[in-house]
């Protein structure tokens, strides 16, 4: 969540007791080896990942710049697991691409909600509407999350201040809510929403929060369902813990973790599309922003 840090490149999580490959990083050892979300890793080195717990997997898989870790990777219509040997690296966690697409389309791909985050939003966001886009796909496939706060600061450029960003249940059943106080610039703009199996926590509550308040379109898979809220706590030998202390619920009472957004159009992108380089997707929600541009113009 600090925007940099060592290994291959990959956010782990456990699904069904299993340990899983919530997302690859862009541009990184995972990504590039062929990894994909909803990989289950049945072995590190051979050992079998059997009641393995995260830290102790992260431990594993973590080790110094050039050196291999091999991971035996079981997904979805395979017939047996396939290793991957990976070459370890220093990671700089993406942040943030955009475009213009189609002459009068804003693409934003955010790929971390990371401490960068609201400064190149901020630029991407003034340079397409300097351009006078029409309206915004916005990418949160492959995005596990990061800050909170920087969620809640990106629906502030989606809704209208005071509105129900999400509610922080703690364990005690207090609750809290975040509520949008951004510039609303765009409020009033078309937009879709992609994600994947990758999309988890801060990337699910904005996806979700627009989808409750505004209506707005989620297309691709499911995504992940990580909806706990946690925190990093700094130990006296300066080490750090990052603790669950709560969980989050959209504005319609949903409760992410576990469950995840079901896409209102759902499209696969399949093995053979990213050989391809075909993203029936991204296609799906130019064409669907392009019949919600249509219908903001006969309002």
Do not use: C
Request: proline share 4%; aromatic share 6%; net charge neutral.
């Amino acid at each position: 969540v600090r925007g940099s840090f060592s290994g291959i490149g990959a956010e782990l999580g456990i699904r069904n007791d299993r340990l899983v490959i919530i997302a690859p990083l862009k541009s990184t050892p995972a990504s590039q080896s062929g990894l994909e979300p909803g990989d289950f890793i049945a072995t590190i080195n051979g050992s079998s990942t059997e009641g393995i717990s995260i830290d102790k997997a992260v431990s594993i898989i973590r080790g110094p710049e050039g050196t291999q870790v091999t991971l035996g990777i079981v997904r979805k219509g395979w017939d047996k697991a396939r290793d991957f040997k990976i070459t370890r690296a220093p990671i700089i966690a993406p942040t943030l691409d955009y475009e213009l697409r189609e002459g009068d389309i804003g693409y934003i791909h955010i790929h971390s909600f990371n401490a960068n985050l609201n400064s190149l939003f901020y630029r991407a966001a003034m340079d397409l509407l300097d351009r006078r886009v029409r309206g915004i796909v916005l990418d949160l496939r492959n995005d596990p999350g990061g800050y909170l706060d920087v969620s809640v600061d990106m629906a502030g450029w989606f809704l209208k201040r005071d509105t129900l960003v999400v509610k922080e249940i703690g364990r005690d059943g207090m609750s809290q809510d975040f509520k949008a106080f951004g510039n609303e610039l765009l409020a009033k703009m078309p937009v879709v929403v992609l994600v994947n199996q990758g999309s988890a926590s801060a990337s699910e509550i904005l996806a979700g929060t627009l989808r409750d308040n505004r209506g707005i379109r989620i297309i691709g898979e499911q995504s992940f369902g990580k909806g706990t809220v946690q925190e990093l706590q700094t130990l006296k030998d300066g080490s750090t813990m990052k603790i669950t202390i709560a969980k989050w619920v959209l504005p319609s009472g949903q409760v992410l973790e576990g469950a995840g957004l079901k896409p209102d159009i759902e499209i696969k992108r399949t093995e053979d599309d990213v050989t391809n380089k075909k993203d029936p997707q991204l296609d799906k929600a130019l064409e669907t922003l392009r019949e919600e541009i249509r219908k903001s113009r006969e309002l």
